[in-house]
């Protein structure tokens, strides 16, 4: 989710644009296993689907066609998202 500034107006940029349980996970992670990556929207605005030609949009798509370049990243945190639910917040 998009930040809104505080009420000086401050000016976000780069991922401190981005705010939420992703977002911390994201920061965590790169903290954690010392990486570096930017958060952006997804070009299309799709989470990721499959169209009806065969080829996929959206976050999917990105992945896919290696439009993103840190894909294991991003795999990374699906795989720490799914432990920490199965371990019912115990892993977190």
């Known amino acids: 989710m998009l930040a809104t500034p505080e009420e000086e107006h401050e000016q ?3 991922n401190d644009r981005y705010e939420g349980f992703c977002a911390d996970l994201a920061s965590l992670l790169a903290e954690r296993l010392h990486i570096s ?3 952006r929207p997804v070009i299309d605005g799709k989470y990721g689907g499959q169209e009806p030609n065969g080829s996929w949009n959206g976050m999917v798509g990105e992945l ?4 993103v370049q840190h894909a294991v990243f991003l795999v990374l945190v699906f795989v720490y998202v799914f432990t920490a639910r199965r371990c019912c917040g115990a892993c977190v």
């Open 12 to 14: 976000l940029s780069g």
């Open 64 to 67: 896919i066609y290696k439009v």
């Open 37 to 39: 990556y930017v958060l």
